[in-house]
């Protein structure tokens, strides 16, 4: 199983390789390369996500969230599994994430049970023979640079595609939920990552991508790596989502 999911690691790295080289290996260019990435970056601004917000049916709706429950890989778990002997200024940014993502030790506040309680409201029914092979492949990629040491700084990178590009997504989410009539409680996953992932997404740049890239450029190329590979999962899920729902 590791040597089939290295392979797979490795076909999804030469899918972005080239794209990758030309990011800059010093710490201000590589962060301006990457922030850039929200506006530039495979899949986004997709239209899929005003089409969600503003006409999917409750069905559509559900078959889309199951689609992406399912492909949940628990960024909270992710994010403990990259910090493994990382350098102080990194480790210490994503301790504090991971703070976050736990509800500040408040068990109401944590963000996972948070989807979940979604789930059981839109009563979904999230399994593998259910859901389509790009979003299974999505955390399967999450999971493989979270736990793969070898992909550690390209995880870091795949992470922070995450807090980057998240928000404007989260918010078409949230509409979508609110237009079908479900309450602020019940919507509170997507109105939060709407918001707390823009911070999340500065101070990941800045304290955790930055000191990386300033101790060693080499590793600037794998972090951008890993930010192609997970923008590009999730181009690859949105363009059959769009399949699906007759948008193309």
């Known amino acids: 199983m590791l040597r089939l999911e290295h392979g797979f ?3 999804l790295r030469a899918m972005v390789r ?3 080289a030309q990011a800059p290996t010093d710490p201000e260019g590589f962060i301006q390369w990457f922030e850039a990435l929200e506006q530039t970056g495979p899949g986004q601004h997709d239209a ?3 089409w969600l917000a503003d006409y999917a049916s409750r069905d559509e709706i559900r078959w889309f969230l199951t689609q992406e429950a399912a492909g949940e890989a628990g960024f909270d778990d992710l994010v403990a599994l990259t910090q493994v002997k990382l350098p102080d200024s990194a480790k210490l940014e994503l301790a504090r994430n991971y703070w976050d993502e736990m509800g500040r030790g408040q068990e109401k506040g944590m963000h996972g049970p ?3 309680q979604l789930v059981t409201t839109l009563e979904l029914t999230p399994t593998i023979e259910t859901t389509v092979w790009e979003s299974l492949a999505l955390a ?3 999971t493989a640079m979270a736990t793969q040491r070898c992909y550690a700084w390209h ?3 795949a992470l922070g595609a995450i807090e980057l590009t998240a928000p404007g997504r989260s918010a078409h989410t949230a509409r979508a939920l609110r237009r079908i009539g479900l309450s602020q409680s019940e919507r509170r996953y997507f109105d939060l990552h709407a918001v707390l992932d823009v911070k999340h997404s500065r101070d990941w740049n800045e304290l955790a991508i930055k000191p990386l890239v300033a101790e060693d450029p080499r590793r600037a190329t794998a972090i951008a790596e890993g930010a ?6 999730g181009e690859r899920c949105f363009n ?3 399949s699906r729902f007759g948008l193309e």
């Open 9 to 11: 690691m490795e076909e």
């Open 18 to 20: 080239d794209r990758a």
């Open 48 to 50: 899929l996500f005003p």
């Open 114 to 116: 948070m989807l979940a």
């Open 140 to 142: 399967n990629a999450m």
């Open 155 to 157: 995880s870091v990178g």
């Open 228 to 233: 192609l590979i997970r923008l590009s999962c």
């Open 240 to 242: 059959r989502y769009r």
